[in-house]
């Protein structure tokens, strides 16, 4: 069966700039949660989705949002770019009954 | 919230030696704390997890232990081969409900031949 799917792989933006990132999860998982990897920092949880509703939020500011399909795909967006938001964003799908999390290969972001 | 610190940042073995990485965490409601391994440009991908109602679990040559009172878990990779040289973060799912994970800030192991 498909993985977990993330679109586009790689993005450059300018600062200021917004944009939206997309994962498809594995058939059958409803929980969709995501993460920005970084050198420093290692993997922080962004937010989680589960039946179109936020279930989880991790600490990062009002620019970081996100929303879950009926379908489960779920996109996060970030508005206002800063050169700090340059990153790996991973996403990752579960089912409720079974918490292992399966990552996507990621969106490298790159904001100049 | 849930917080998870990972020690050491760095590990360098040699072929074979056992390497051994420590997590604490914060929230004594979290009941779920995976392993995953990310080898350079790759997505992590889970090698072991373990619940909180189990002290220890074992698969093949890597083992994870669980102190709930102290509130720790380790992984342990026995016979070391140049192919455990990849970053592993260990993490904890925060509180009961949901399937997020809080990450430590990983582990680079380097095993050399």
């Known amino acids: 069966k498909a993985g977990v799917t993330q679109t586009p792989r790689y993005l450059i933006k300018t600062r200021g700039q917004q944009v939206t990132l997309s994962c498809s999860p594995i058939?059958?998982?409803?929980?969709v949660s995501w993460y920005q990897q970084t050198p420093g920092q290692g993997l922080q949880f962004l937010f989680e989705?589960?039946?179109?509703?936020?279930?989880n939020k991790g600490n990062f500011p009002g620019r970081f949002s996100g929303r879950q399909f009926s379908n489960s795909r779920s996109e996060m967006n970030v508005s206002t770019l800063e050169l700090g938001d340059s990153a790996l964003y991973l996403c990752?799908?579960?089912?409720?009954?079974?918490?292992?999390?399966?990552f996507g290969q990621g969106t490298r972001l790159t904001v100049v | 919230g849930e917080n998870v610190e990972q020690h050491p940042s760095t590990l360098s073995v040699q072929e074979g030696d056992s390497a051994v990485i420590k997590c604490t965490y914060s929230?004594?409601?979290?009941?779920?704390f995976p392993w995953y391994k990310q080898e350079l440009g790759k997505r992590p991908q889970l090698i072991i997890d373990?619940?909180?109602?189990?002290g220890e679990k074992k698969d093949q040559r890597i083992a994870v232990t669980l102190n709930k009172t102290a509130k720790h878990f380790s992984l342990h990779i026995t016979e070391t081969q140049p192919e455990d040289s990849a970053v592993y973060f260990c993490?904890?799912?925060?509180?009961?409900?949901?399937?997020?994970?809080?990450f430590g800030k990983g582990t680079t192991l380097s095993v050399s031949s």
């Open positions: 058939s059958g998982h409803r929980s």
């Open positions: 990752a799908s579960s089912t409720p009954s079974n918490t292992e999390a399966f």
């Open positions: 373990i619940r909180s109602n189990v």
């Open positions: 929230d004594s409601a979290s009941n779920y």
């Open positions: 989705y589960f039946s179109e509703t936020q279930r």
């Open positions: 993490a904890a799912r925060e509180g009961q409900a949901g399937t997020a994970l809080i």
